[in-house]
């Protein structure tokens, strides 16, 4: 129980799409005005050295998953854009023309 006078914050902090600096930024910035993070899903707590390397580490694996997301769609938009090409390579005839060769 916090003491007297004192109300326990509760938020959730939605990892993806954030950087681990920002992460690192806000632990700083909670330390420093002396407010510790105690996660209700996750086993940490940021008043122990602990904690702070698993909020950290969570940050990490976080902006890594986002990446990957990224860099997967990324890769899906450009197999679209060729295979709506017509063209195995992708490229379009720079007149417009089709071959109907058989």
Known sequence: MPPAGIE?????????GQRISQ????????D???????SATE????SAAAG?????ML????EFE?????DRVTAGIERRAKKASGRPDGCRSATGATSKRK
């Open 32 to 38: 420093r005005l002396g407010v510790v993070l105690r």
């Open 52 to 56: 702070r390397m698993m909020l950290q």
């Open 59 to 62: 940050g990490v694996f976080a």
């Open 23 to 30: 992460l690192a930024q806000l632990a700083e910035e909670l």
């Open 66 to 70: 986002h990446a990957t997301i990224v």
């Open 8 to 16: 326990p914050a509760h938020a959730v902090w939605e990892a993806s």
């Open 43 to 46: 086993p940490f707590d940021t």
